[in-house]
Structures are given as structure tokens and as C-alpha cells.
């Protein structure tokens, strides 16, 4: 089945230091790809996504190239701010044929970034 | 623009309880709607989906159950709480392949 990797955290960091986090994929057929991001107390926002092979999803100065011949889909930040400290989650959607479409989600990893 | 709502926010339950929980999505039509778990320090489970009212979907066998009385409605309830039921729960929706998430309720089981 499906599943997504991305790198355990907790991850902390200086302010404008540079960011990566890791995320791979397997996956039957051609999945989308996304990050989501979650603040502390609340829900998942869509931070970025990529639909096929090569695109690069940005976003908040976030950016990941779908790259299929890695399977992998890397956050990156080239600055981050106290304000990224979040819990980022790498996910894949892979379509049923139908109308629904599933997430598969990596475990998530913390990012603390210190002032 | 769509909105989604869940309530409540926060609720304390002891073991043995019965349960309600309730997302509603505002702004659409016939979304396929979801429930998730995030247990603490873990990454989010499946539990539910619906695809429409009546339709319910279950990923895992567990203590809980799903319902879509309405289109734009779901809810989460169980009989009897178990401490393991403990967690954060997250509501979503979805059109096409993007999803959407509520802000959650968190349940602790005590």
C-alpha cells in the first residue's frame, strides 16, 4: 500500500538558518503530494502541493519539487523565522478511481526555531 | 468561501461515557468528509470517511463510530470510552484531492 517517510525531529534550529525535511513516498500510479503544516493547538493547514512529476509547490517561502525518479518531495526554507515552529506533515493522495481521494500521512516532524 | 467547524473544542470524558462529536462544513456541496485521530507524539490515523449522507467508511476496527445525518455534517460518537480513545481529533473535507481540516477537539479520557 501506500506509505510516506519523512525525517523524525524534533528538528530546532537558529532564525534564519536553512531548512530541509526529508519526505518519501511509495506509491501505486501517480499520487499528488503536499505538505501540510500544524501550529500548536490546532488543525492541519495546506502549506503547499505538487500534482505530477517535476512540479514545485511554494508557498510562505516554503518550496518541494515532486521528484519521481527519487520518489521524494523535501521541504526547504531557505530562511526560517520563530514563527515556522510548527509540526510539519509530508502526505500523498493517491485517487480511488472514484470521487475520493485518500491521504496517507508521514508521522509528522516537529520544527523548533530559536530567536 | 468554506468554512468548517467542529465542537466541541476541548472535552474531558471518563471511561465508560458515551460520546458525541460534531463537524460541519460550511460553503459546499456534497463534500466527501473525513475523521482522523492524532494520538499524542504520533502522526494522524484515518478512523472514517463518507462520500455522501448515509455512506460511512472505517479504516481501523475501534470503539468508535461515524454518521452523516445531513450532507454537510458528520458526526463521531462512540458508546463507551475507552482510555485509549484519548487523542486529537481532526474533521476534514474534501472536493478533489486537497483536504481541508477543522481546528479539532481535543478528547482526554480520564
Known amino acids: 500500500g501506500d506509505s510516506v517517510t519523512q525525517m523524525e525531529g524534533p528538528v530546532t534550529l537558529s532564525e534564519e538558518a536553512f531548512l530541509t525535511i526529508n519526505c518519501t513516498y511509495t506509491?501505486?500510479?501517480?499520487?499528488?503530494l503536499f505538505w501540510y503544516v500544524q501550529y500548536p493547538g490546532e488543525g492541519l493547514q495546506l502549506l503547499l502541493k505538487a500534482t505530477k512529476a517535476d512540479d514545485k509547490g511554494s508557498n510562505k517561502g516554503f518550496e518541494a519539487t515532486y521528484r519521481k525518479e527519487t520518489t521524494s518531495f523535501h521541504l526547504e526554507k531557505g530562511s526560517v523565522q520563530v514563527s515556522d515552529s510548527a509540526v510539519y506533515f509530508c502526505?500523498?493522495?493517491?485517487?480511488?478511481?472514484?470521487?475520493?481521494?485518500?491521504?496517507?500521512f508521514g508521522k509528522g516532524t516537529l520544527l523548533t526555531v530559536n530567536p | 468561501s468554506q468554512t468548517i467547524h467542529q465542537w466541541p473544542a476541548t472535552l474531558v470524558q471518563p471511561v465508560g461515557s458515551p460520546l458525541s462529536l460534531e463537524c460541519t462544513v460550511e460553503?459546499?456541496?456534497?463534500?466527501?468528509l473525513y475523521w482522523y485521530r492524532q494520538a499524542a507524539g504520533r502522526g494522524l490515523q484515518l478512523l472514517f470517511y463518507?462520500?455522501?449522507?448515509?455512506?460511512i467508511s472505517s479504516e481501523v476496527p475501534q470503539n468508535l463510530s461515524a454518521s452523516r445525518p445531513q450532507d454537510r455534517q458528520f458526526i463521531l460518537s462512540s458508546k463507551k470510552l475507552l482510555l485509549s480513545d484519548s487523542g486529537f481529533y481532526l474533521c476534514?473535507?474534501?472536493?478533489?484531492?486537497?483536504?481541508?481540516f477543522g481546528p479539532g477537539t481535543r478528547l482526554t479520557v480520564t
Open positions: 506509491a501505486t500510479g501517480y499520487p499528488s
Open positions: 502526505a500523498l493522495s493517491s485517487g480511488s478511481g472514484g470521487s475520493n481521494y485518500k491521504l496517507t
Open positions: 460553503g459546499t456541496s456534497n463534500p466527501n
Open positions: 463518507s462520500v455522501g449522507i448515509g455512506q
Open positions: 476534514a473535507w474534501s472536493r478533489g484531492y486537497e483536504q481541508y
